[in-house]
C-alpha cells in the first residue's frame, strides 16, 4: 500500500502492466506465506511446559503456602514442600528436615512466573538463651538416583535425570538457587538434595533463607538446550533474586544472599522474556556465616 505523506501528489494513473506487476507480486507474496505457514509445524520451537501447582497447604495443593513449617499428622506431609513439579521431577521437595527444633520456621512458599519455586522461610529464636545450629533444606528429586549434575559452582546446582549415556531424559531440567554468598553448602547424593545453613541466633533475633527451583523442559522432552537455559536462568537468579511480592522488611532480613538491588516486577518481566528468547536460540543452535547478635 501507498501511503501518501502531507505535499505529496497522487497519481491515480496505473498502466496494465504496472496492475498485472501488483497482481503478480501479491500472489507471489501469498505463496511465500502459504510455504511458511506449512513449514511451520517442522520448524517451530517447542514450548517450555508449565511446572505443576504442587504446593502443600496443609489440606492440598495449590500454587503457594503461607504457615509455620513442619509436618501435619497423620500423614507426616511437610508443609510448603512440592510434591511433583512436573514430569515427576520431584519426590517432594523443599522443607527443612534437621536442625529446627530449637527454632521457631515460618515459611512463604510460591510458584512464580517461569517455572521458579521460591522458598522463603524465617526462622526465629524464642529462646531464653543464643541457639547455633545447622538447618537442613532437603529434597527428594525424581531421578530416583540417576542424577546428571551438569553445573556447581557459586551456590548453583543444576541436574536432570540421566538416560545412561550423558544426556537428559523424562524429568526436567532443574537449577537449583541456594545463595550467593557461601553460607548455603548444596549437594546432591546421589538423588538427595541437601544445602546445610550455619546458624547462630541470640535471643529474639530473626534471619531469612532464600532459595529457588527453575524447571526447564521442552514440552516434547528435556533437551540439552534445556540444560543451557536452567544455568542461564540459575546465573540470573544468584545475581539478582526474585523479590516480587516481598516486603522491604522480609528483604532485610535475607541471610543468604547478597542483595544489590531489587529489580522492578517490570524488569523481572523483561528478563523472562529474555530467557524465553535465549532458550529458543539455543535450541536453533543446538561455607559458614556466623551472625552476630
Given at each position: 500500500?501507498?501511503?501518501?505523506?502531507?505535499?505529496?501528489?497522487?497519481?491515480?494513473?496505473?498502466?496494465?502492466?504496472?496492475?498485472?506487476?501488483?497482481?503478480?507480486?501479491?500472489?507471489?507474496?501469498?505463496?511465500?506465506?502459504?510455504a511458511i505457514a506449512a513449514l511451520l509445524p517442522f520448524s517451530a520451537e517447542a514450548a517450555q511446559f508449565q511446572a505443576g501447582a504442587d504446593i502443600f497447604?496443609?489440606?492440598?495443593?495449590?500454587?503457594?503456602?503461607?504457615?509455620?513449617?513442619?509436618?501435619?499428622?497423620?500423614?507426616?506431609?511437610?508443609?510448603?514442600?512440592?510434591?511433583?513439579?512436573?514430569?515427576?521431577?520431584?519426590?517432594?521437595?523443599?522443607?527443612?528436615?534437621?536442625?529446627?527444633?530449637?527454632?521457631?520456621?515460618?515459611?512463604?512458599?510460591?510458584?512464580?512466573?517461569?517455572?521458579?519455586?521460591?522458598?522463603?522461610?524465617?526462622?526465629?529464636?524464642?529462646?531464653?538463651?543464643?541457639?547455633?545450629?545447622?538447618?537442613?533444606?532437603?529434597?527428594?528429586?525424581?531421578?530416583?538416583?540417576?542424577?546428571?549434575?551438569?553445573?556447581?559452582?557459586?551456590?548453583?546446582?543444576?541436574?536432570?535425570?540421566?538416560?545412561?549415556?550423558?544426556?537428559?531424559?523424562?524429568?526436567?531440567?532443574?537449577?537449583?538457587?541456594?545463595?550467593?554468598?557461601?553460607?548455603?553448602?548444596?549437594?546432591?547424593?546421589?538423588?538427595?538434595?541437601?544445602?546445610?545453613?550455619?546458624?547462630?541466633?541470640?535471643?529474639?533475633?530473626?534471619?531469612?533463607?532464600?532459595n529457588f527451583a527453575f524447571l526447564a523442559r521442552d514440552e516434547d522432552g528435556p533437551l540439552d538446550s534445556d540444560v543451557d537455559l536452567a544455568i542461564a536462568?540459575?546465573?540470573?537468579?544468584?545475581?539478582?533474586?526474585?523479590?516480587?511480592?516481598?516486603?522491604?522488611?522480609?528483604?532485610?532480613?535475607?541471610?543468604?544472599?547478597?542483595?544489590?538491588?531489587?529489580?522492578?516486577?517490570?524488569?523481572?518481566?523483561?528478563?523472562?522474556?529474555?530467557?524465553?528468547?535465549?532458550g529458543a536460540a539455543l535450541r536453533r543452535r543446538r561455607a559458614t556465616v556466623r551472625f552476630a547478635a
Amino acid at each position: 500500500m501507498i501511503r501518501l505523506r502531507p505535499g505529496d501528489v497522487a497519481r491515480p494513473e496505473l498502466t496494465t502492466s504496472h496492475l498485472s506487476g501488483v497482481i503478480f507480486m501479491t500472489s507471489m507474496f501469498r505463496l511465500s506465506i502459504a510455504a511458511i505457514a506449512a513449514l511451520l509445524p517442522f520448524s517451530a520451537e517447542a514450548a517450555q511446559f508449565q511446572a505443576g501447582a504442587d504446593i502443600f497447604n496443609g489440606t492440598g495443593y495449590g500454587s503457594s503456602y503461607t504457615g509455620v513449617g513442619g509436618t501435619v499428622q497423620p500423614s507426616g506431609a511437610w508443609l510448603g514442600s512440592v510434591a511433583d513439579g512436573g514430569y515427576d521431577t520431584f519426590d517432594n521437595f523443599g522443607f527443612y528436615n534437621s536442625g529446627v527444633s530449637s527454632l521457631t520456621l515460618n515459611r512463604q512458599v510460591e510458584l512464580l512466573s517461569g517455572n521458579v519455586y521460591r522458598f522463603f522461610d524465617t526462622f526465629t529464636n524464642n529462646q531464653s538463651t543464643r541457639v547455633a545450629t545447622t538447618v537442613n533444606f532437603f529434597g527428594n528429586l525424581g531421578s530416583d538416583g540417576d542424577e546428571l549434575v551438569s553445573y556447581d559452582a557459586g551456590g548453583l546446582m543444576v541436574s536432570c535425570e540421566d538416560d545412561g549415556a550423558g544426556a537428559c531424559i523424562d524429568d526436567a531440567v532443574l537449577a537449583l538457587v541456594s545463595g550467593n554468598n557461601g553460607l548455603g553448602i548444596q549437594a546432591i547424593t546421589p538423588d538427595r538434595y541437601n544445602v546445610r545453613f550455619a546458624l547462630d541466633l541470640a535471643p529474639g533475633e530473626s534471619i531469612s533463607l532464600l532459595n529457588f527451583a527453575f524447571l526447564a523442559r521442552d514440552e516434547d522432552g528435556p533437551l540439552d538446550s534445556d540444560v543451557d537455559l536452567a544455568i542461564a536462568t540459575g546465573q540470573s537468579l544468584l545475581a539478582a533474586p526474585r523479590l516480587e511480592g516481598l516486603s522491604a522488611e522480609q528483604i532485610a532480613r535475607i541471610g543468604n544472599f547478597n542483595i544489590a538491588g531489587v529489580p522492578e516486577p517490570s524488569t523481572w518481566a523483561m528478563l523472562i522474556a529474555g530467557f524465553g528468547f535465549t532458550g529458543a536460540a539455543l535450541r536453533r543452535r543446538r561455607a559458614t556465616v556466623r551472625f552476630a547478635a
